[in-house]
């Protein structure tokens, strides 16, 4: 068997498991449909205090970069300079009175982003912002050094905001998050869930519940920013899993896999012709 005849080979089998992985790509289109968070009983059945408490995603919609928050130390913050110098964001709702959902989100958020080891600030940035327009700045401070100890990045870039109830309002609708204040217990009936925003302003994944995978905050966080941060095997992991948001999490993607598995292939095959080659050349040296 000479050089052509392997290059054939190598040429028919690289076609074929390409045309294969697009094949698999529209069989295995994930599902696009919106995702919405509600309670399983019957509207009639659910307690008043919780009903319109849901989480409907906006995913690609922009939030208002105008819209403005006040930090942790009193100063004045708009939502485009949290996505400043091209960096995406992770947005978190929370109030800072909240003793039970929000503080477990929060304390295994912040294990998340330890257990993730990238720097923040460096990549990306953390925000959270209270919908509680009663929330103040000094509250909003000791948040911020309570969680930030636990990510053992006492430095890093996660702020904490406090709003007009006029903004909070703007920017939780634009995200699609609904709550709800009972005034006979004087706290907020709410879902829990981390969003992801690129640097132009567009919503692009959402995170529920109150755990987080490292490797899904990695994947979403390369989603915003469109690749730009990541080490390359965080990019080839990328490849074999896809956002779906029918179930807000990162899936075994097939077709990422088939793609991977082929060049692969292809490089074991070119590796195996350039073996012949070179023994036939050899053996011609010979005679």
């Known amino acids: 068997m ?6 054939i080979i190598i040429i028919s089998i690289f076609t074929l498991t390409s045309n294969l992985s697009y094949a698999f790509d529209e069989s295995m289109r994930m599902p696009s449909q919106k ?3 509600s309670t399983s ?3 009639n059945e659910t307690p008043k205090v919780m009903q319109g408490v849901t989480i409907k995603e906006n995913l690609g919609k922009s939030v208002d970069l105008n819209l403005s928050f006040t930090d942790e130390n009193g100063k004045l913050t708009k939502i485009s300079d949290m996505v400043a110098d091209g960096k995406p964001l ?5 109030y800072y009175r909240c003793s039970t959902l929000c503080s477990i989100q929060l304390i295994n958020f912040a294990k998340t982003l330890k257990d993730m080891g990238w720097k923040i600030g460096k990549d990306y940035r953390v925000a959270t912002v209270s919908f509680d327009p009663t929330d103040t700045s000094k509250e909003a401070n ?4 309570e969680y930030l100890k636990l990510t053992d990045q006492e430095s890093g870039d996660w702020k ?3 709003g007009t109830n006029d903004n909070i309002k703007s920017l939780t609708d634009q995200i699609g998050f609904y709550y709800k204040y009972d005034p006979v217990s004087n706290e907020f009936a709410h879902a829990a869930a981390i969003f992801f925003i690129t640097p132009q302003g567009k919503i692009s994944s959402y995170l529920y519940g109150i755990t987080y995978k490292s490797r899904d905050v990695k994947f979403s966080l390369m989603d915003a920013s469109k690749n730009k941060i990541g080490s390359p095997t965080d990019q080839i992991l990328l490849t074999c899993f ?7 999490k990162y899936d075994a993607f097939a077709m990422g896999m088939l793609r991977i598995a082929a060049l692969i292939t292809v490089f074991f095959l070119i590796m195996f012709l350039g073996y012949f080659f ?5 053996n011609k040296k010979a005679y």
């Open 2 to 7: 000479n050089f052509r005849v392997y290059s």
């Open 35 to 37: 995702r919405e968070l």
């Open 41 to 43: 009983l019957p509207l």
């Open 90 to 94: 992770i947005l978190t709702l929370n």
């Open 142 to 145: 000791i948040k911020q050094k």
């Open 160 to 162: 904490f905001y406090v």
């Open 242 to 248: 896809h956002y779906n948001p029918t179930t807000g």
């Open 278 to 282: 070179w023994r036939e050349q050899r």
